[in-house]
């Protein structure tokens, strides 16, 4: 599976546009912050309505809860907090337990350990996907990763190169940017976001695996027939779609290749083709469509599709 794009959002993006992180930045998927124990045991004050945006634009979601445990029991009290969070809704992706802060302070190298596969086996039990999200350095110095290996690793490394483990564990996810990022803007809406590549197709795993809300006869359903791309180009013509953002927004809402419907939309309008999405990448890369939102709003205003241009980008420069 190629790479794809993500971000991990909290309260601190504040009011959040998914439907627009995913539109015209890109975003592929989010895990979004259920709570955590470092204030006491809480809910993210923006967990419920971040929940509530993915699914009603149908972007793939997994969580995480801020850890703070000292012992194992404190871990799975921790952890069944956090299922009671969690209880009730479906994640696309691992649910990931947080490890930095004064877990790495307060604990030794062997008593982290300890508490970190007791909140990961009490998690499991619950028939979740569960991951561990910390520091390269972490993973390296401060747990004995060798024994966490069976649990997804979501590795924080804000650089320009794929994290690497001592333990051998794979990095199935890279948290590679927040408020410093080598690779491309920190901004997402226009606001400073975590931002990450995943490499693991989790949804069609944990679908097939019947966690993290799933069942199994849920994951073998086939999904309802889509229209083709040329009925759809046909229905834009006839004006079921809108125009211009609207009809983006709602063709890639729906599922839709918007770029591949505009295309066709243009041929049967007698339109003169546009670039690939590979030749404005390079473009883009040469410095030939600036940046920030001047290269967003010059991409859209050409008709082009601003999130798959950029996605491309930064697969190129990864």
Excluded at 17 to 23: E, P, Q, V
Aim: glycine share 10%.
């Amino acid at each position: 599976m190629s790479q794809k794009f993500g971000i991990d959002v909290s309260h601190w993006q504040g009011d959040f546009n998914f439907a627009r992180a995913k539109s015209n930045e890109g975003v592929e998927f989010a895990i979004l912050k259920a709570g955590g124990g470092d204030a006491g045991l809480y809910k993210d004050s923006k967990f419920e309505a971040n929940y509530e945006k993915c699914e009603d634009c149908g972007l793939p979601k997994g969580a995480y809860f801020y850890g703070n445990a000292k012992s194992v029991a404190e871990a799975k009290k921790e952890a069944e907090y956090f299922i009671s969070i969690l209880s009730g809704k479906k994640y696309e992706y691992p649910v990931f337990y947080d490890v930095e802060g004064k877990m790495i302070t307060d604990n030794d190298r062997a008593t982290l350990t300890e508490i970190v596969k007791a909140f990961c086996s009490t998690m499991e039990a619950a028939g979740y996907w569960v991951g561990i999200y910390s520091s390269e350095s972490f993973f390296n110095s401060e747990m004995n990763d060798g024994e966490l290996t069976r649990y997804s690793h979501w590795v924080a490394r804000w650089g320009k190169s794929k994290p690497a483990l001592s333990s051998g564990a794979e990095t199935q996810m890279w948290q590679f940017g927040g408020e410093t990022n080598l690779l491309r803007s920190n901004k997402i809406n226009g606001q400073t976001c975590d931002q990450d590549y995943c490499y693991v197709d989790y949804p069609t795993k944990i679908k097939a695996a019947g966690l993290n809300g799933y069942t199994k006869s849920q994951a073998s359903e086939p999904a309802p027939a889509k229209k083709t791309a040329v009925e759809i180009a046909d229905e834009v013509i006839a004006g079921k779609w809108g125009n211009g953002e609207e009809r983006k927004q709602r063709l890639t809402e729906a599922g839709y290749n918007y770029a591949e419907i505009q295309d066709i939309v243009n041929g049967k309008c007698g339109v003169t083709p546009k670039k690939s999405v590979d030749e404005l990448a390079r473009e883009v890369i040469a410095g030939k469509w600036e940046n920030g939102s001047e290269r967003k709003s010059r991409l859209l205003a050409e008709g082009y599709d601003y999130g798959a241009v950029q996605k491309r980008v930064n697969e190129m420069l990864s």
